[in-house]
């Protein structure tokens, strides 16, 4: 498990910003700027870079200077679409500096206009991905960089299960003068209000399509919880492995005999586990199609369950509002379509108003971020995770590389 030191009085030691003296110094910070540009290359969501400026405004109020470096899409070499330059005035805006620019992330443009920064101004680097170095995690490029800056910051957690040359090789370059940043340290906070120092009863909501993709989570967390919500998807392989008949309903065959150990598994550890008793059955996979509310072990042929019933929303909704502590990871139902997004908005209003009531609430890896923000959870929640893959596999106990290297 990741996990950090534990220090005299058993809470965990994390280096954050607060702990370095930036007076003069440049830190060198690995972010994520990987934003959504239109046809015109416009910033169509600031989200990230917004989510990074606690961090770059801490620093330069100690009368530091900053070094922005980021991958931007997923170019093939330099191509010109997928230049960082077109976020500077977007990254100005927000920062409320006139933000350098570095045509290069190596070599002699970086090096002068990194040598040439004064404290209070910030610099930002092209795109990292325009060297395969980048993500092949190549030592010396990892050098190349690490020689702009005298503090190494990762502030990009949707990186951070990568162990790539910006986010885990350059930190060996500083083998005391590294941290996280204010955003990769909530994220971190977070998760262990969950996993580790959490409040009980502690309930993790898992939905979404598949078993298989959410396997090494439930697994991992068992251990962690006092009640698990499966809903979405997989419900279907747990309720046609316990004999239930699904109709169409989505189905990894190959998964029901792990469907059973998971029970098995949950019985053993005293996790209560709620899967959903009912279900909005429909006669096709569409937003138009017509619908009913069957008991999920008895959905006719040619039907198949898009979303979880009444019923079962009533059962989620007490284990909800009892619960101290809630993982939210997954839809509950094809929240995509209105027809069958009753289930994940009802599930957002219980995690809501239990978080109201003082619980701790975390939402994040996959889909679940989309499904908060699209039906306006967001600021209701504790904490709405910026990392995908990252939470998810910080939700299956992996050690993630980007974190790791910083409290080597
Ligand atoms: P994930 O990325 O694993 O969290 O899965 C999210 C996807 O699961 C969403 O696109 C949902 O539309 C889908 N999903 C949720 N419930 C169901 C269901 N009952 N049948 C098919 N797909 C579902």
């Known amino acids: 498990m990741l996990f950090l030191p534990k220090n005299k009085k058993n809470t965990y030691q994390m280096k954050t910003l607060n702990d370095f003296d930036f007076k003069n110094k440049k830190a060198i910070i690995r972010v994520d700027f990987n934003v959504p540009l239109d046809e015109n290359f416009n910033v169509t969501d600031a989200t990230r870079i917004e989510a990074a400026k606690p961090t770059i405004d801490a620093i330069l109020a100690q009368g530091g200077s900053v070094i922005l470096m980021s991958h931007l899409g997923r170019p093939k070499g330099a191509e010109e679409k997928y230049s960082l330059k077109h976020i500077l005035k977007t990254a100005s805006d927000i920062l409320g500096v006139s933000v350098k620019f570095a045509e290069n992330c190596v070599g002699e443009p970086a ?7 004064k404290p209070g101004e910030v610099l930002l680097l092209e795109n990292l991905r325009f060297h395969a170095e980048e993500e092949a995690g190549d030592v010396a490029f990892a050098k190349e960089l690490a020689s702009l800056g005298d503090i190494y910051v990762n502030d990009a957690f949707g990186t951070a299960h990568r162990a790539h040359a910006s986010t885990t090789i350059i930190a060996q370059f500083f083998p005391t003068e590294k941290t996280f940043g204010t955003l990769l340290a909530k994220e971190i906070e977070s998760l262990n209000k969950v996993l580790k120092n959490s409040e009980k009863p502690v309930t993790a909501v898992l939905g979404g399509s598949k078993v298989s993709s959410k396997i090494t989570v439930i697994e991992n967390i068992l251990d962690k919880v006092d009640h698990m919500i499966i809903g979405g998807g997989m419900t279907f392989t747990f309720i046609k492995a316990q004999g239930g008949k ?5 189905c990894e065959d190959d998964k029901q005999e792990l469907a059973l150990e998971i029970l098995r598994l949950a019985k053993e550890k005293g996790v209560q586990v709620h899967i959903p008793v009912d279900v909005i059955a429909a006669d096709d996979f569409s937003n138009t199609a017509n619908t009913k509310v069957v008991d999920v072990t008895e959905i006719p042929d040619g039907w198949q369950g898009l979303d979880a019933g009444p019923k079962s929303l009533e059962n989620f909704k007490k284990v909800i509002l009892e619960s101290k502590t809630i993982l939210w990871n997954g839809p509950l139902g094809v929240f995509e379509m209105e027809s069958f997004a009753k289930g994940t908005i009802a599930l957002g209003d219980y995690i809501a108003e239990a978080t109201e009531k003082g619980a701790f609430s975390l939402v994040g890896g ?24 990252a939470m998810l596999e910080m939700l299956e106990g992996k050690v993630l590389p980007g974190i790791a290297a910083i409290l080597d």
Do not use: H, N, P, R
């Open 366 to 389: 996959g889909d679940s971020v989309a499904a908060v923000k699209q039906f306006g959870f967001e600021d209701k929640m504790s904490y709405v995770s910026t990392g995908g893959g």
């Open 111 to 117: 090096q002068t206009a990194a040598k040439d920064l």
């Open 246 to 250: 699904i109709g169409e309903s989505i």
